[in-house]
């Protein structure tokens, strides 16, 4: 399998054409493209200015709490936010499309149109409008707007998919068998978490200036297929415990 960064591509702007400043210079004879949130955020306008928010009472309270925090950025991250699982020492957030992430993704770098930078509303449906746009140009593979997020239990950030289309999210390995004949009854991967990784390490960070990589020789492979990549509240027993968690009780 090869990984490609795609180099090139403009600073993105409300408005511009994403699929196109791709286009003309991505190797479309690719299976899977992935795409930094970032600039589907910048062409979808998902700017913001801290004044355009007023701090609510909460906003104020969590804020107080954190050291150097903004009152203005809280209450950003509360109205981009579907919950609010830990309030301190840092804001952990639900997004509505089912994320989970510090600041509900909020990025206050790279963001010349404004304060911060907000996630894509829905970015399942940006990748299959990307999909189908560059389909028009030859394009047959799968899209995944990627994101950087930090993990429970690990130093060190990596990348994560949010939104996909063309592909599945995992493969389900349940049902199948090891190498001893032991029926699996739990395994099943997150191909999309797998592959955003991957491609993280040749789009790089900070001013790297490479928000998209093209995957080739990817095969899925004959397994069952699974979309559900964000666990519900039900299964999820990490966030269950947070939200009885109680930060003061342990210091």
Known sequence: ??????????????GDDLAAAIGREADLDADVLCVASTVVAKATGRYADLADYEPSDRAR????????????????VIQESEEIVLEDPFVLAVT???????????????????????????????????????AAEGFEGGVIVTDTSGRPF??????????????????????????EGHELEATV????????????????????????????????????????????????FVRQALATFDVDSQR
Do not use: K
């Open 1 to 14: 399998m090869q990984i490609r960064a795609v180099d090139g591509i403009p600073e993105i702007r409300p």
């Open 61 to 76: 309270s969590i804020a107080d709490r954190i050291d150097r925090a903004d009152p203005r950025f809280i209450e950003a």
């Open 96 to 134: 509505p499309f089912g994320h989970v992430g510090v600041n509900a993704g909020i990025d206050r770098s790279n963001a010349p149109g404004g304060d911060i930078l907000l996630l894509p509303e829905a970015p399942g449906e940006h990748a299959a409008a990307l999909r189908d746009s560059l």
């Open 154 to 179: 690990r130093a060190g950030q990596r990348g994560v998919a949010l939104g996909w289309a063309g592909l599945p999210a995992c493969r389900d390995y349940r049902g199948e068998h090891d190498r």
């Open 189 to 236: 991967e997150a191909v999309v978490d797998e592959l955003s990784a991957a491609a993280n390490l040749v789009m790089g960070e900070a001013d790297a200036g490479r928000p998209a990589a093209t995957i080739h020789g990817f095969e899925f492979g004959d397994h069952d297929e699974s979309d559900r990549l964000f666990r519900d509240r039900e299964t999820d």
